[in-house]
């Protein structure tokens, strides 16, 4: 049985890998669907029976100046001691997040998934290893991509290169070396669950077994 949640944004703040997220907005279904498809092309190489957990980010829908607004409104309420200098620093935080994420689109970004299996998790726990995958659009550059990437990373070496044609791989060496060697296996649980709902900046899928 798959549980699966496909999150809004809409109140509601995270971290995923370089970003913090706040945004709802609504696609016509339509799109919505031939988007879901082209996510379960990406990823379809990469799934197997051992594919516990899938995330999808559309960075194109990351409204940093409302994901500011929440943290501010957060702040007021909670009446934390010395918010104004807070308030700065947030302020501070979300030029640099928008540039950023700017960047990212103009070297070709927009969609970042998580792929995480059964050996990813075992027997690496508490060190979860999984993979990021970036499909870079036409035009990408997928050298100046892993520049802008690499200061990012929460651990400095992070493996960041082409796995196959305009698909760059974000993760650890073991992981990179399972994807391109791993005999790929129908999931059409998650699959299904990818093309189910496209409005949302961030899906999250998890199918354990």
């Known amino acids: 049985m798959i549980a699966w949640v496909a999150i809004s944004l809409k109140g509601f703040v995270m971290k995923m890998i370089f970003f913090a997220v706040f945004l709802f907005l609504l696609v016509p279904l339509a799109a919505a669907r031939a988007e879901g498809l082209g996510k379960a092309e990406v990823l379809r190489p990469y799934l197997d029976s051992q594919t516990l957990f899938v995330a ?5 829908k990351i409204d940093v100046a409302a994901m ?25 935080m979300s030029g640099v997040a928008a540039a950023q994420i700017a960047q990212f689109g103009k070297l070709g970004g927009r969609h970042v998934y998580t792929v995480v299996s059964h050996t990813d998790l075992f027997p690496n726990m508490p060190n979860m290893q999984g993979a990021i995958l970036i499909p870079l659009e036409a035009g990408g550059d997928a050298k100046a991509m892993a520049e802008l990437l690499r200061p990012m990373m929460p651990v400095p ?15 650890d060496p073991a992981t990179q070396k399972r994807l ?7 999931r059409p649980d998650l699959e299904s669950a990818l093309a189910a709902d496209s409005s949302s900046a961030l899906q999250v899928i998890v199918a354990p077994s």
């Not at 999808?56 to 194109?60: K, M």
């Open 56 to 60: 999808h980010l559309d960075a194109s």
């Open 68 to 92: 500011e607004k929440f943290a501010k409104e957060i702040l007021d309420s909670a009446k934390v001691p010395d918010a104004d200098d807070v308030t700065k620093q947030i302020h501070a």
């Open 157 to 171: 070496g992070v493996p960041i290169e082409l796995l196959g044609k305009d698909l760059l791989f974000v993760g």
């Open 180 to 186: 391109q060697t791993m005999k790929a296996e129908s």
